[in-house]
């Protein structure tokens, strides 16, 4: 017998408690962030390199990379995204 879930998905928690776009927000960032430094690992660019690409600061770089840092422009990640070679895509679902 295939037992059944008990209770709401996390989306439904979330938006219960009034945190689904916080948290949505934050993963999404987090995401990004990853995303970047692995790119960056994969074009063998040090931070310093990174942040010469992108015409930005270095302590500018680490804030773009901290996942705990959720306050980051959508012209940074444009910056970062063609910097390693990739293009930024947003989309309004």
């Known amino acids: 017998m295939k037992k059944k ?18 948290t949505t927000a934050n993963a999404i960032k987090r995401v990004l962030a ?3 430094e692995a790119a960056m690992k994969e074009k063998q ?3 310093a390199e990174m942040a010469r690409r992108m015409h930005t600061s270095r ?13 980051v422009t ?3 990640l444009r910056k ?3 910097a390693v070679g990739r293009e930024l895509r947003l989309e309004l679902v």
């Open 74 to 76: 959508l012209s940074t």
């Open 80 to 82: 970062a995204a063609a």
């Open 5 to 22: 879930n008990i209770g709401s998905s996390l989306d439904s928690f979330l938006q219960e408690e009034q945190i689904y776009e916080e």
């Open 59 to 71: 302590a500018a770089l680490e804030r773009l990379l901290d996942p705990d840092h959720d306050a």
């Open 45 to 47: 660019f040090s931070k």
């Open 34 to 36: 990853r995303q970047i």
